[in-house]
């Protein structure tokens, strides 16, 4: 078994909901040969430094997120992408430690495999941002303000996507508009729509 890491412990100390769940995953997850950590806030997984499986509750379930999910055979079909603009990461979602321990010899064959991805190197082929319509109402602020065009291309390509689907989301010009307003400041900080 893998060494727990304190931070973890902390974590998991204080969270009440889906508690024996985590306690149960974060067991089966410690068999095999990967490093617990604590990423955004969660329980985080990782082979040589590469993050695999994360564990994160929500209020209707709890779930392993696996990184390169998109990537694994999935012959149960269990494997739940999160929203349609989720490209590489899907979700096992539990609703009861019952679940876990019917499932855990499953859950052990897709943990294995995400490892065997990871060691293979194998990535997941994302979208580039090009890929994706930028909203006229965005193409106008961009046009109508050259630094606000600069910044924007200066940000990484995932903090371009993460706007370019906040911006898109909304059906509504006005709602558009009112994001792209709001947002302006961040992107000419240089920050992406959920960096403080």
């Known amino acids: ?5 304190p931070k973890v412990d902390s974590v ?15 067991s ?9 950590e604590l990423k955004w806030f969660q329980p985080c997984y990782t082979f040589e430094g590469k993050n ?7 209020k209707e379930y709890c779930a392993l997120l696996f ?8 012959p149960r079909k269990i494997l739940i ?3 349609e603009n989720v490209q590489a990461t899907r979700q096992i979602r539990f609703t009861s430690l019952r679940e876990i321990d019917k499932m855990k010899p499953v859950v052990k064959a897709y943990i294995r495999e995400a490892i065997e991805v990871e060691k293979s190197g194998l990535k997941v ?20 303000h050259p630094a606000l065009k600069t910044a924007f291309r200066a940000l990484t390509p995932g903090r371009q996507r993460g706007y370019i689907l906040h911006f898109s989301q909304p059906k509504q010009s006005k709602t558009r508009e009112a994001r792209i307003e709001k947002s302006t400041p961040q992107i000419l900080a240089g920050k992406g729509l959920l960096d403080d």
Not at 1 to 5: A, F, G, I, R, S
Not at 28 to 36: D, H, N, Q, R, S
């Open 67 to 74: 990184f390169k999910g998109a990537l694994l055979k999935d």
């Open 28 to 36: 089966i997850v410690l068999t095999f040969p990967l490093t617990e």
């Open 1 to 5: 078994m893998t060494k727990t890491n």
């Open 12 to 26: 998991l100390r204080h969270t009440a909901k889906w508690h024996d769940e985590f306690e149960t995953l974060r």
């Open 125 to 144: 082929k994302l979208k580039k941002t090009t890929d994706f319509t930028i909203p006229d109402e965005f193409k106008k602020k961009l046009d109508e």
């Open 81 to 83: 992408q999160q929203t």
């Open 52 to 58: 695999v499986v994360l564990m994160h509750g929500f």
